[in-house]
């Protein structure tokens, strides 16, 4: 699709990925001479049920957020494919490297670096969970991490879910089972669930390891076998990523606020 041009502005350079019916695109809006993201779907393909609602919440999502360090909505339009009708999200575009693209050549991250980026995305959840209508972001892996320009950024919002008062409700899982805690493989996603993700995923850049890859005492990773970190921090991530609801960190501002004190004081 190189040198289509989308929406009458956009100009396609390049594929960055591809799955059924879905393809997530590198173009360059031809007004401005930025770089953005679109993500297309095509209805008409072989897609699941939910695809269609997913895709449309995230376009929901995006037109609702306002914060530095996600992707921000730019355009929303109808393309013609060959195959059919296609809809088309267009977003800015991060441009930088994922955490999971890190691991992959063989990076590692220390202490402090780990640390350092579990600030930056709590403040993003405290952001995200703070809202009137709390947003879940329910996919939170190495490979919705982006690290550019000196910050970390939150990525791939098609998974959110919107909690209600009322909201019992579970969507087709989409998200990746390696960081998912107990209650989302039930089809219950909670804020506290980004939490564990979240404490999952800095376990894995710390050790270069993947959840299903560590041992485990129990249900619990047990990641202390593998690296050496201070015991405040390690109990900080033992908390994080509990698996009973009951005994995890209960709010990214606690977490947070835990985080910074370096007091680990469990009820």
């Not at 779907?41 to 997913?54: A, F, G």
């Not at 402090?112 to 995305?121: D, G, H, R, Y």
């Not at 909670?190 to 993947?210: H, R």
């Not at 015991?231 to 900080?236: G, I, R, S």
């Amino acid at each position: 699709m190189a040198g289509q041009i989308l929406g009458d502005h956009y100009e396609i350079e390049r594929e960055l990925g591809r799955q059924s019916g879905r393809w997530t695109l590198l173009a360059r809006d031809l007004s401005t001479q930025e770089q953005v993201v679109i993500k297309l779907l095509c209805p008409e393909e072989d897609v699941r049920s939910d695809d269609l609602k997913l895709f449309e919440r995230e376009v929901e999502t995006l037109r609702a957020l306002s914060h530095p360090c996600v992707p921000q909505y730019i355009d929303y339009f109808e393309h013609q494919l060959p195959t059919g009708k296609a809809l088309a999200l267009v977003q800015t575009y991060v441009p930088g490297k994922s955490l999971d693209e890190c691991m992959k050549i063989g990076r590692t991250f220390t202490e402090a670096e780990a640390k350092q980026i579990a600030k930056s995305l709590l403040y993003i959840l405290i952001y995200l969970h703070g809202r009137q209508q709390p947003i879940v972001h329910r996919d939170i892996t190495p490979s919705n991490i982006v690290l550019a320009q000196r910050r970390t950024h939150l990525i791939n919002f098609g998974s959110v879910k919107m909690l209600l008062s009322c909201d019992r409700s579970a969507f087709t899982l989409i998200e990746t089972h390696d960081y998912m805690p107990p209650e989302q493989f039930a089809g219950r996603a909670l804020t506290v669930s980004d939490l564990y993700s979240l404490g999952a995923t800095l376990i894995a850049i710390i050790t270069g390891k993947s959840p299903s890859q560590l041992p485990r005492k129990g249900t619990k990773l047990d990641f202390q076998q593998v690296v050496d970190l201070s015991p405040a921090f390690a109990d900080w991530l033992s908390w994080m990523t509990e698996t009973s609801l009951d005994r995890r960190l209960q709010s990214a501002k606690q977490s947070l606020q835990v985080l910074e004190s370096g007091q680990i004081q469990r009820a």
